[in-house]
């Protein structure tokens, strides 16, 4: 009986990294990635330019923590392959072979290496799940808008269904009568830049902040970028997300697992380690989108 149970053990370990041999597994030239939002040009007569010097939609984890392994495995990170240069995302995973993201993550690449189950980027780990997803699988905001990145929502179908470990699981989503979770205290995940001017983080990453109310947000951002469908957290003290982290999760308790309430979009460049708040995609504002865009 012990050797069956091993057996079985094995079998199930294998089917955890399908495809180990193929393209998505090849190791990570990190000197040749950089954050979406630093790809050149990307914000180019955008509203944030006029707002603050540099001013940055994506985000990295500052002031956080390293997180305990496998305490997230809805987290997600996402390499896209571009014409020059290769950009990093963070995701969740809401189903076995969707994905969920910012839309200003994947929108103009070739195609994108999903990895899921990670906690060392710098490592292939046993527990990682890879997929590769080509542009024809992307669904975007059909309203998004790149000039102030209303609507920085998408889904990424796998080509082949991930399989449920300890290290790999879905996120529970917000719904629509959720209310506007202010003063709630949320927590943000991912491996982008740990302080200005620093390299993006080889570990996961959290951080913890208040999330503010939508007016509090606006009066830095301007109605324009801050509407109903935005969620924003305080980052007093140099304390939030950065550049690397967009589409990752800002969550909040739901028991004894997280519900999922904002994917990472925005933020003031004139620094990560600044007070300004940071700006989410408000999940409960997208849902019937999101339910329409699953496959």
Not at 14 to 33: C, K, L, R, T
């Amino acid at each position: 009986m012990k050797l069956l149970i091993l057996a079985i053990f094995a079998i199930a370990a294998a089917s955890a990294v399908e495809n180990f041999d193929g393209p998505e597994w090849q190791p990570i030239d990190w000197a040749n990635v950089v954050p979406a939002t630093e790809y050149p040009g990307f914000w180019d007569n955008t509203v944030f330019a006029q707002l603050f010097p540099k001013t940055s939609r994506n985000r990295r984890i500052v002031g956080g923590q390293e997180a305990t392994r496998n305490a997230h495995p809805y987290q997600v990170a996402q390499i896209h392959q571009r014409a020059i240069l290769q950009t990093m995302c963070g995701g969740s995973v809401i189903s076995p072979t969707v994905i969920l993201t910012a839309a200003h993550c994947p929108i103009n690449s070739v195609s994108t290496t999903v990895i899921t189950g990670a906690h060392n980027m710098n490592q292939i780990e046993p527990t990682q799940q890879r997929r590769t997803v080509q542009a024809a699988n992307y669904r975007l905001h059909a309203n998004y808008n790149s000039q102030n990145l209303n609507n920085d929502i998408a889904t990424m179908i796998l080509p082949t269904p991930l399989t449920w470990t300890a290290s790999v699981q879905p996120i529970a989503l917000a719904q629509a009568n959720a209310g506007s979770f202010e003063n709630v205290i949320g927590q943000s995940t991912g491996w982008g830049r740990v302080a200005d001017g620093a390299g993006s983080s080889p570990v996961l990453r959290v951080v913890t902040n208040r999330i503010i109310s939508n007016a509090e947000c606006a009066a830095v951002f301007g109605a324009a970028v801050v509407n109903h469908a935005v969620i924003c957290i305080d980052t007093t003290g140099g304390r939030g997300t950065c550049q690397g982290d967009s589409g990752g999760v800002l969550s909040v308790p739901n028991g004894a697992t997280r519900l999922q309430v904002g994917i990472t979009s925005f933020g003031s460049s004139a620094g990560c380690e600044m007070s300004f708040p940071a700006g989410f995609e408000r999940v409960s504002a997208q849902i019937n989108w999101i339910n329409n865009n699953m496959s």
